[in-house]
């Protein structure tokens, strides 16, 4: 099992251009979880997909960026028009079910470089 | 509003020495927590949570409603043990976890 994998490891952009980091969850896991991670800060929660579903978007700012996580293929985050701010890390992470005896996996993360 | 507070953002001792992580946590329910650690160019790995209430790797960590605290510690750290930690909180069955700033532990020979 490869793990949770997510590609590219690393994408720069120019402001103004759309960027996608895409995320392939364990095998077998179906609820998928993308975090933010700003320089010098901790990983703040963004989303939270079943497959086809999104549970819960709190976290995701209310412009711009949007996430889905298809029947088939990886889970998508989509950020429009970047800008400097979008700088971070964005990591996935997969579990099996939502119960809380399952760990969540992450994966190696998606630098973000906005220029 | 649910938080996880770790006050240290470097934490430095020596091969040997004994070392505790400190995290604090806001929250009114009953809470899940983690410890998740990233080695040097390697991804984020849970490490310990409280419900399993085990040791891995030497280290322990108890959950302290009254203090609202889940410190992690090891009696005797190795050079190994250096690493970005972070404490990480899930509230009852939602599936989030609320991440720490994380603290940095180096441990020196």
């Known amino acids: 099992n490869a793990g949770v994998m997510q590609n590219p490891r690393h994408l720069v952009r120019r402001r103004g251009q759309e960027a996608r980091l895409r995320c392939s969850p364990m095998?077998?896991?179906?609820?998928v979880y993308w975090y933010r991670q700003l320089p010098e800060e901790g990983l703040k929660f963004m989303v939270y997909?079943?497959?086809?579903?999104?549970?819960?978007e709190s976290g995701m700012p209310k412009e711009r960026f949007s996430a889905e996580f298809p029947k088939e293929g990886p889970s998508i985050l989509r950020i429009q028009q970047v800008v400097r701010g979008d700088s971070a890390a964005y990591f996935c992470?997969?579990?099996?079910?939502?119960?809380?005896?399952?760990?969540?996996?992450f994966g190696d993360g998606t630098r973000l470089s906005i220029l | 509003a649910q938080r996880v507070t770790q006050p240290e953002k470097l934490l430095s001792v020596f091969k040997g020495a004994p070392v505790e992580l400190k995290c604090n946590y806001s929250?009114?329910?009953?809470?899940?927590l983690f410890w998740y650690v990233q080695y040097s160019r390697q991804r984020l790995q849970l490490l310990l949570r409280?419900?399993s209430r085990e040791s891995i790797k030497g280290f322990t960590a108890d959950l302290n409603k009254g203090e609202t605290s889940f410190h992690l510690k090891k009696p005797f750290a190795q050079e190994e043990d250096s690493a970005m930690y972070y404490c990480?909180?899930?509230?009852?069955?939602?599936?989030?976890?609320?991440f720490g700033k994380g603290t940095k532990l180096s441990v020196k020979p």
């Open positions: 409280h419900i």
């Open positions: 992470a997969s579990s099996p079910t939502a119960d809380s005896n399952q760990p969540q996996h």
């Open positions: 990480a909180l899930r509230r009852g069955s939602q599936g989030n976890l609320i």
């Open positions: 095998k077998g896991h179906s609820h």
């Open positions: 997909l079943q497959k086809e579903n999104i549970i819960d």
């Open positions: 929250y009114s329910g009953s809470p899940e």
